[in-house]
C-alpha cells in the first residue's frame, strides 16, 4: 500500500455535525436536491425519518416522521427522480416504499422478511441500470430477496438457502451489472464470511467465495455496467477487491485485499463520479478514503490456457478520525462531488466535504 503524497492528497472537511436523540442506522442525500434522511431507532423502540436541508453550515430539520417499528436502512435506486421514493427496511422483516410528500402511509408494503431487514439496495432508478425497478432485500432470516415494486405481494426472486444447509444472517446486499434490460446481478455477503453472487438472469448461483470473517457491506463500482469491480468489507478491519471483468474456472475472480484498521469496517460507497475512489466507515469512528489502481494487464491465461483475472493495487488517499463510536452508514451526494453525509452510534450526522478529488 502507497499513500498519496504531497499538497495533492484530498482533505475530508466536517463542514456540519448535527447531533441527534436517536440511534441513526443510515442516511441518504435525496437526489436533486440539497436534502438528507436520516433513519434509525427512537428510543421507545420506533421508527424515525429525518428530513434535513444544508443551509450552508446549518443543517435545518424540515420533517419528522415516526412509524412503528425502527428502520435499518432505505435505498432511492428504484425510483425515478421524478418521485423519489425511498425504500425501508424495517427491524420486523418489512419492505415500505415512501412518498416523502405524503408519508402517512406508504405507497407499497410487504411484509418481506421473518426477521430484520440489514440491507437495501435499488436499481433501475435514478436513471441508474437498464431494466425494470427492483430492490433487494437481505435479512437476519437469511434470505436474500428481489421485488418489482409494480408486482404485489411477492418477490420476483428469492435466494434461500438449500435444504439441510444452516441459515446465515445476510448482512449486505447490492445490484451490479444492469448494463442493460436483460442482465442483471445481486452480490449477498453473510455473517459466516460467505459471499455469493446470483445471477437474476439465468437464475442461478454465478460464484462464490469465503473471506473467513462477517462480510458488512459490499458495493459494485457501478451498478450501470459490465461487472467490473466488487469492494467487500469485513468485521476483522480488512476489505477485499475484487477484479469481476474476468471469471476463472476454478480460480474465480482475482482479488487484493488491504487491513484497513483493527475494527470493523461497517461500510463501503465508491464516489459516484470517479469509480476507482472509495470511501471505507470504520468501527473507531474513522474514514478511510481509498484509490484503486488498474494492473498493467487485468487479464492473463493460466498454463491450461483459461484467461484468469490479475488484481490491482489500491493506495490510501486520506484518513480521518470523526467520532469515538462506528460510523456505521455513509453517502456520498450524487450531484456535487465530494459532498457526503455520514452517521455514526454517538448519535451525530456528519456533512463533509473531501476536497481536490479532481486532481487524483
Known amino acids: 500500500m502507497s499513500a498519496a503524497v504531497g499538497a495533492e492528497r484530498p482533505q475530508v472537511v466536517s463542514h456540519v455535525q448535527q447531533a441527534l436523540s436517536y440511534t441513526v442506522f443510515d442516511c441518504k442525500w435525496v437526489p436533486r436536491s440539497a436534502r438528507l434522511l436520516c433513519l434509525g ?6 421508527g424515525l425519518v429525518q428530513l434535513y436541508e444544508l443551509h450552508g453550515a446549518r443543517l ?40 416523502l410528500e405524503a408519508p402517512e402511509i406508504p405507497v407499497y408494503s410487504v411484509k ?20 425494470a425497478p427492483e430492490i433487494v432485500t437481505g435479512s437476519r432470516d437469511g434470505t436474500v430477496k428481489v421485488w418489482d415494486p409494480r408486482q404485489n405481494d411477492t418477490p420476483v426472486a428469492s435466494m434461500e438457502p438449500v435444504q439441510g444447509e444452516s441459515k446465515r444472517d445476510c448482512w449486505t446486499v447490492a445490484f451490479g451489472n444492469a448494463y442493460n434490460q436483460e442482465q442483471r446481478v445481486v452480490c449477498a455477503g453473510y455473517d459466516n464470511g460467505d459471499i455469493k453472487l446470483f445471477d437474476l438472469k439465468t437464475m442461478s448461483l454465478q460464484w462464490e467465495t ?9 458495493e459494485f463500482d457501478r451498478k450501470d455496467i459490465n461487472m467490473n469491480k466488487l469492494v467487500a468489507t469485513s468485521l476483522e478491519g480488512k476489505f477485499h477487491v475484487f477484479d469481476m471483468r474476468t471469471q476463472h474456472p476454478t480460480k474465480g475472480f ?13 461500510q463501503v460507497r465508491h464516489l459516484p463520479q470517479n469509480r476507482d475512489i472509495f470511501m471505507t466507515t470504520g468501527g473507531s469512528g474513522s474514514l478511510h478514503l481509498w484509490k484503486y489502481e488498474y494492473p498493467a494487464q487485468r487479464s492473463k491465461k493460466d498454463s491450461e490456457g483459461s484467461e484468469m483475472g490479475v488484481a490491482g493495487s489500491v493506495s490510501l488517499l486520506q484518513n480521518v478520525t470523526l467520532s469515538t463510536q462506528p460510523i456505521s452508514s455513509l453517502d456520498w451526494s450524487p450531484d456535487k462531488k465530494g459532498l457526503c453525509v455520514c452517521g455514526a452510534f454517538d448519535q451525530t450526522v456528519r456533512v463533509l466535504i473531501v476536497t481536490k478529488l479532481n486532481k487524483i
Open 210 to 218: 469465503n473471506i473467513k470473517n462477517g462480510v458488512c457491506s459490499v
Open 112 to 131: 418481506g422478511h421473518k426477521e430484520i431487514i440489514n440491507s437495501i439496495d435499488g436499481v433501475g432508478g435514478l436513471g441508474i441500470g437498464e431494466g
Open 41 to 46: 431507532s427512537a428510543a421507545r423502540g420506533t
Open 60 to 99: 435545518e430539520l424540515l420533517r419528522e416522521i415516526e412509524k412503528p417499528k425502527p428502520i435499518k436502512c432505505g435505498t432511492f435506486g428504484a425510483t425515478s427522480l421524478q418521485q423519489r421514493y425511498l425504500a425501508t427496511g424495517d427491524f420486523d422483516g418489512n419492505l415500505n416504499i415512501w412518498n
Open 254 to 266: 482475482a482479488s487484493v485485499s488491504e487491513k484497513a484498521q483493527k475494527s470493523t469496517i461497517w
